[in-house]
């Protein structure tokens, strides 16, 4: 009895107890499997704003230690057994976002990162040495060898991508007129944005695979185009476009002490003199592929210089960039820029320098009011395949960019994708599609075709182009209103040939003037062109056209106001010009015009005969011979032209000899001149930059002024670069002289760093104009003072045989970012009547 009670009770007692820890042990078996179960997550992080990836963004498991950074494209993948129920993603410059997970599951998570625009924090100044400073000096130690100029060649493949947008579509926008009739397209816009990205409207996008290549000594770079697909609003036809998207244009070194960017001069992170322009904190360090490299990130003095704010990542081994995210805000002193965006990610070579794998650039174009959208503007490049230290003969690299001639031919979606280093991400396959959509919309092309007319200063019929606007009304003192009318072929109607025509009218002189010209292209490769023209019309004196050509608004602009010395001419013209080797081309012509002034002027038949006949017009016809050499100037070809982009370290040299013919064609005289001409764009560093002009002329023969070089001065209160704005139009005539003319853009040197001053932006500038020349006393003999009909003539000066004329300035542009003023002051010639020692003048300007 006792013993079934003992068992009973002990039964029931540890029954219980078995059945509680049996229990337990379930729920504690499951509860760990849950617990054991991994959670897996994915994804992409970008810019909300213009949609590109954010690279080396921190991702991380909330209330754990466990994360990654996002690579070069955005995408990251990381996994967890930590029973954490949300995941971060941060970076610099974002505000940072937090999603929530779902426990052991695998899932794809995307993130938009907004922008955070905080001010740069106070500099804390602690005892001891920034740890950072080391290892900049070691970067700076070893540059040369990290730099891939080192090599003596490198080759690759290459992959350009461009995208550009309209973006800050404001509602106030949204409600005009034109962007009310795309309503329908800007709705598809706001479901391609995403959740959290803002809408943008697609104007271009374009695609290019080319071949790079590059050798040292001398420096020489290729790029061959090998295919392109371009889609964009006005655009017709690829040739130009291809030129400009391949990745000759979307490079940058940063063991260049200044990189250019949209034509302005940046300090590099990384330049010799890194401690006078930037600050810099270590932050990290962390494995990278294959590389232990410290983090550092860095930012400008001063928010206003030129400089970048950003994060790189500097290898253990042999301190060489790996990564870099440099930005510039729209602190620094430039227009209309919100933000310039650089990323780059390189690699080791097997000869130890570094070459760029990938990079990514963003410039977001600010709206110009509070009603108008602002642009965005991306740029990627992938490279692949590289090659180094095979150089090729400097005759390979004779075309700087070379287009292959399928390029531009349509090539199948299955083509392209075996063409691409990656596939399009559905937001870019999407932009194609809309950009399709957008050009055939009627008021899209209307306001295309208006843009092209301001930009080219043509209107476009197809085969013919009218214009250009720019003088199709004019007045001055001789033809009173004076109105003109253009048109000219395309490379529709011929791409051999271009034919020109220009008719105008003045209705105070009651006279035509006429304009013909017939080109034929001989070659595009080596380019050699055989021109032909006929000229009747009315110019100044000291205008010489030719040099001028690439200053049409100049050219307009001496139509108009009170024309001092002016004369009517006939001109005839023969010309061939061609390239002869890379950087040098050469070019005879032969030129007949007749001179038939306008103002009071006559010379006599021989130097001091005041008794003979005094005379006024004359006929001349000369032969020149012009050699110029760029040796690394760029050139592009639009359709049938020929387009400089400038050099970037070496002068632009011209020679130029002129004879004249007495005799032919009713010529009066014979004559030698020669003329040398060297320009020289010259970086300064911190000082900006300068523009270097010399020019230097020698006259052998006796000839009526005209024949001579009138200087060019300027009565008017407008700033001129061309011109000596002291000097008074005609004051000064010379047979031989050299002249120097510079300009230094100091850009925000100086008021960068005055407290308020630098809120403004202004920016200083530096100009000097001298001149040593003379007229030989045979010269002088031969001008008259009178005119044939007995009234007194104009009489030119002349400067002092070692006696230099001199003109120092100063000014300050940018001002409301749109004009400038300059303080011009003449230190020489001062004791003639009338002579101006000081001026203050003016000038608009659109400028970066």
């Known amino acids: 009895m006792n013993i079934a009670i003992f068992v009973f009770c002990t039964t029931v007692r540890y029954g219980v107890r078995f059945r509680f820890w049996f229990l337990f042990s379930i ?5 760990f499997s849950a617990l054991c179960q991994e959670t897996k997550v994915s994804g992409k992080v970008t810019d909300a704003n213009s949609g590109d990836p954010v690279p080396f963004a921190n991702i991380v498991f909330k209330g754990t230690t466990v994360g990654v950074t996002t690579d070069f494209d955005g995408n990251f993948s990381l996994s967890t057994f930590s029973p954490s129920d949300s995941i971060i993603a941060s970076y610099v410059g974002y505000k940072p976002k937090t ?11 995307n993130f938009q990162l907004q922008e955070d625009v905080i001010s740069l924090q106070e500099i804390v100044v602690v005892a001891g040495e920034n740890p950072a400073w080391p290892i900049m000096r070691n970067v700076i130690k070893n540059k040369s060898e990290n730099d891939k100029r080192k090599l003596s060649a490198y080759e690759y493949d290459t992959y350009t991508k461009i995208e550009i947008d309209v973006d800050n579509l404001s509602d106030k926008f949204r409600e005009r007129k034109i962007v009310r009739k795309i309503t329908q397209v800007l709705d598809s816009v706001e479901r391609i944005a995403g ?16 071949k790079v290549y590059y050798r040292d000594n001398p420096s020489l770079k290729k790029e061959q185009i090998l295919k392109s697909k371009i889609n964009g609003i006005g655009v017709e036809d690829g040739s130009t476009v291809t030129q400009v998207i391949g990745s000759s244009f979307q490079e940058y070194n940063f063991y260049q002490n200044w990189l250019n960017i949209v034509t302005k001069e940046f300090v590099s992170p990384i330049a010799d003199g890194w401690r006078i322009y930037y600050e810099y904190d270590l932050t990290d360090s962390l494995n990278i592929g294959d590389e232990f490299c410290y983090r550092l990130d860095f930012y400008p003095k001063s928010t206003s210089d030129l400089a970048f704010t950003g994060t790189m990542w500097i290898t253990k081994n042999g301190y060489a960039l790996k990564q870099i995210d440099a930005n510039v805000g729209k602190q620094a002193n430039l227009n209309f820029i919100e933000k310039i965006r650089i990323q780059q990610e390189l690699s080791r070579t097997d000869r130890s320098s570094w070459l760029p794998v990938k990079n990514r650039v963003l410039i977001d174009v600010s709206e110009l009011g509070k009603q108008n959208a602002g642009m965005l503007a991306k740029f990627y490049t992938s490279n692949k395949n590289f090659v180094t230290n095979k150089p090729y003969e400097p005759a390979f690299y004779e075309r700087a960019i070379e287009i292959a001639e399928d390029a531009t031919q349509t090539e199948d979606e299955n083509v392209w994708d075996t063409l691409r280093h990656e596939p399009l991400s559905d937001t870019e396959k999407s932009v194609y599609k809309m950009i399709d959509t957008l050009r055939n919309i009627p008021i899209v092309k209307t306001y295309t075709d208006i843009f092209k007319v301001l930009l080219d200063g043509y209107y476009n019929l197809g085969k013919v182009e009218v214009g250009p606007y720019l003088g199709l009304m004019a007045w001055n003192r001789i033809e009173g209103i004076r109105v003109q009318g253009g048109i000219k072929t395309t490379y529709k109607f011929s791409k051999h040939w271009i034919y020109h025509a220009q008719l105008a009218y003045g209705f105070d002189d009651e006279r035509f003037k006429y304009y013909l010209s017939a080109q034929r292209i001989l070659s595009k490769h080596r380019w050699t062109t055989l021109s032909v023209r006929y000229r009747s019309d009315l110019t100044r004196l000291g205008i010489d056209e030719e040099s001028l050509a690439d200053n049409p608004i100049f050219l307009a602009a001496t139509k108009w106001g009170n024309f001092r010395r002016g004369y009517y001419f006939d001109e005839y013209y023969l010309g061939m010009q061609r390239e002869l080797f890379k950087g040098y081309s050469q070019k005879i012509s032969f030129r007949h015009w007749t001179f038939d002034p306008t103002f009071n002027f006559g010379y006599l038949p021989q130097p001091g005969d005041v008794s003979g006949t005094v005379l006024e017009n004359f ?6 011979v012009e050699s110029r050499y760029a040796r690394d100037e760029l050139f592009i070809q639009n359709d049938n032209e020929r387009i400089s982009l400038g050099t970037n370290k070496w002068p632009v040299i011209t020679l130029k000899y002129t004879h004249g013919f007495s005799g032919v064609f009713n010529s009066d005289f014979d004559y030698d001149r020669l003329r040398l001409n060297i320009k020289k764009r010259i970086k300064t560093g911190p000082l900006g930059v300068g523009n270097l002009t010399f020019t230097g002329e020698y006259v052998f023969n006796t000839l009526p002024y005209p024949l001579l070089t009138l ?3 300027n009565q008017s209160p407008f700033y001129s670069s061309v011109t000596y704005n002291l000097m008074d139009f005609g004051e000064f005539v010379s047979d031989h002289y050299f002249s120097l003319q510079y300009r230094q853009y100091l850009e925000g040197f100086l008021l960068n760093r005055i407290p308020l001053l630098n809120k403004l932006k202004w920016r200083l500038l530096a100009t000097t104009n001298v001149i040593v020349g003379g007229m030989r006393q045979s010269n002088r003999d031969l001008i008259s003072l009178l005119t044939p009909t007995g009234e007194t003539a104009s009489q030119v000066g002349y400067f002092n045989d070692g006696k230099p004329y001199m003109e120092v300035g100063y000014g300050i542009e940018n001002i409301f970012k749109i004009f400038r003023v300059d303080f011009i002051h003449r230190l020489s010639y001062l004791d003639k009547p009338d002579a101006r020692k000081f ?3 003016f000038t608009a300007q659109l400028q970066l």
């Open 99 to 109: 999603k929530a997970v779902v426990r052991g599951a695998a899932q794809t998570i």
């Open 619 to 624: 006929q001349s016809s000369e032969v020149s």
């Open 839 to 841: 001026g203050v003048f």
């Open 27 to 31: 729920l504690l078996f499951f509860g």
């Open 711 to 713: 200087h060019l001065g």
């Open 195 to 210: 959740e959290d990205g803002k809408p943008i409207l697609p104007l271009f996008i374009t695609e290019s695979v080319s």
